[in-house]
């Protein structure tokens, strides 16, 4: 038989008499046979591959319009060859760089689209609650629980393994101040909680192992190794800090400065103290200046062989210069002593009491007399008896003259 025509202004195919019976039209293909038919005992209408009803569907409609399009070896996949057909989501159509799946992406509740997880609601707009669900993967099944659920589950959890392997042990209602605990397995992080401690460990380039802890009860901030290695800090791969596992502290060196390391050091076991070496060289060098909005107002500079301890003494920094006339008369009320300090009773030394010298060369003194700080200790007035020089010179040019005045 050729081609069936049926004429008319409603024409109509009628398969089948109403009774218990599949009805198809059977495509009967040279190597797969495909139909388009009635599967009477689902009461489906079914696209599917072979020559009876039901057996292999594809493409299933049932008789409340639900569609079902059965799993197979192949992705489903529409195919579009312009701009405008294809995939459509409540009348748009879906592209790889459009929004159409609205996936937790903040849809509204009036768009047609697929609204999932979010309720309709814009993503980041509305804060978690105990009771929101929570979507949890139990093998391969997808399960429904609640945040509060969830919340109590990770504060007792426990994941093992050896210590430089990945572990996480989280435990009690406050695990960040209980025991909590994250191993990263490579030269990345550690992270270790435990009775109110928080520590963080990272090695870097495989060299020693750097720990930071913070003391949640106190505020604390500390930083050290756990074990006899240097702590050392730098940038760009390259240290610029260390303290030694002896407490010593060197900058910009890996030991304490000396006539052949350059740097600045501070000495913990003995009683040198500061270091400072600024070249490797004998040549004229600073090792430490002073500056204020001013400028630079002093500095400590070596060189082949000695030190100077400098203040700005620059003529184009001064003004209203008058010789001092007086230098006999103010030199002869200064009061020199010998004395030891309470706390050296064995060493007995010369010198002045600050506050006495306070009227007479007031630029040589700092701080008040007397003066106590909050706990009532003492504020120590200080001296620097460099600037007692002026007064000496100028009282013994004023002896030189009467001298020569006599001689003559």
């Given at each position: 038989?050729?081609?069936i025509q049926i004429d008319g202004s409603t024409p109509k195919l009628t398969i089948g008499n109403a009774t218990a019976e599949d009805a198809l039209i059977v495509f009967d293909g040279n190597a797969q046979d495909f139909y388009i038919g009635l ?250 200046q002073t500056f204020n909005p001013n400028g630079q107002v002093g500095s400590i500079q070596t060189s082949g062989s000695a030190t100077s301890f400098n203040t700005s003494s620059d003529y184009r920094l001064k003004e209203n210069q008058v010789a001092i006339a007086d230098g006999i008369t103010r030199l002869k009320n200064l009061k020199p002593y010998r004395f030891n300090f309470k706390v050296d009773p064995d060493t007995t030394v010369d010198g002045f009491f600050a ?54």
């Amino acid at each position: 038989m050729g081609t069936i025509q049926i004429d008319g202004s409603t024409p109509k195919l009628t398969i089948g008499n109403a009774t218990a019976e599949d009805a198809l039209i059977v495509f009967d293909g040279n190597a797969q046979d495909f139909y388009i038919g009635l599967d009477d005992s689902a009461d489906d209408l079914v696209i599917g591959l072979g020559s009876a009803a039901g057996t292999t569907p594809a493409i299933s409609i049932n008789e409340d319009r639900d569609v079902t399009i059965s799993d197979g070896a192949i992705d489903f996949d529409v195919a579009s060859h312009d701009t405008s057909n294809g995939l459509k989501l409540g009348g748009t159509l879906v592209t790889a760089t459009a929004a159409e799946l609205n996936i937790m992406d903040g849809v509204t509740a009036t768009a047609a689209e697929i609204n999932l997880i979010d309720g309709g609601t814009a993503r980041g707009t509305t804060a978690i609650a105990d009771g929101d669900g929570v979507l949890i993967n139990d093998a391969g099944t997808m399960r429904q629980t609640t945040v509060e659920t969830l919340k109590t589950y990770i504060g007792s959890v426990t994941l093992s393994g050896s210590e430089n392997n990945n572990i996480a042990t989280v435990t009690g209602a406050n695990a960040l101040i209980g025991e909590a605990r994250l191993y990263y397995d490579g030269d990345v992080l550690w992270q270790e909680a435990s009775n109110g401690t928080t520590e963080f460990r990272q090695t870097v380039d495989g060299g020693g192992t750097y720990w930071s802890s913070l003391i949640a009860s106190a505020s604390d901030v500390k930083l050290y190794t756990r074990t006899a290695s240097p702590l050392i800090l730098g940038c760009n791969n390259t240290e610029h800090m260390r303290v030694a596992n002896n407490g010593d502290l060197y900058v910009n060196c890996t030991a304490l400065p000396s006539a052949s390391v350059k740097g600045f050091g501070i000495d913990a076991k003995s009683s040198v103290g500061m270091i400072v070496t600024a070249t490797n060289t004998t040549s004229a060098d600073s090792h430490y200046q002073t500056f204020n909005p001013n400028g630079q107002v002093g500095s400590i500079q070596t060189s082949g062989s000695a030190t100077s301890f400098n203040t700005s003494s620059d003529y184009r920094l001064k003004e209203n210069q008058v010789a001092i006339a007086d230098g006999i008369t103010r030199l002869k009320n200064l009061k020199p002593y010998r004395f030891n300090f309470k706390v050296d009773p064995d060493t007995t030394v010369d010198g002045f009491f600050a506050h006495e010298v306070s009227s007479i060369v007031p630029e040589a003194i700092s701080g008040e007399k007397d003066a106590v700080d909050e706990n009532g200790d003492i504020k120590a007035q200080g001296i620097d008896q460099a600037k007692l020089v002026p007064l000496l010179t100028a009282a013994i040019i004023e002896l030189e003259a009467r001298v020569k005045t006599l001689e003559g």
